[in-house]
């Protein structure tokens, strides 16, 4: 089983960047696509960016431009780099992985992003 661990969020004033990172541990597992989602409050979660294997991207049309994923697959860690940040960017932001052939999922516990106007 995979535990992911994220970090990184917290309050910043709009126009300002943050920067997330999640950790994924455990055994006997390969990672397949690792994203990053998010929900507001009264929101549905929405997909924000996801990574595949081979570095392939896929972004909402709402960051494009502003955010970027990465991940290093050494360190089991993907990253979203937030930059040009508004306040309808303000949402709990959650790691999701799916691993073992995408046999299996799973989320980490979720991070706040709280952008100031």
């Known amino acids: 089983q995979v535990q992911l661990v994220e970090s990184g969020g917290g309050l910043v004033q709009a126009g300002g960047s943050l920067r997330l990172s999640c950790a994924a541990s455990?055994?006997?597992?390969?990672?397949?696509?690792m994203g990053w989602y998010r929900q507001a409050p009264g929101k549905q979660r929405e997909l924000v960016a996801a990574?595949?294997?081979?570095?392939?991207?896929n972004y909402a049309d709402s960051v494009k431009g502003r955010f970027t994923i990465s991940r290093d697959n050494a360190k089991n860690t993907v990253y979203l780099q937030m930059n040009s940040l508004n306040p309808e960017d303000t949402a709990v932001y959650y790691c999701?992985?799916?691993?073992?052939?995408?046999?299996?999922?799973?989320w980490g516990q979720g991070t706040q992003v709280t952008v100031s106007a």
């Open positions: 455990g055994s006997d597992f390969e990672i397949n696509t």
């Open positions: 999701n992985v799916f691993y073992n052939n995408y046999r299996l999922s799973a």
């Open positions: 990574i595949s294997s081979t570095s392939r991207t």
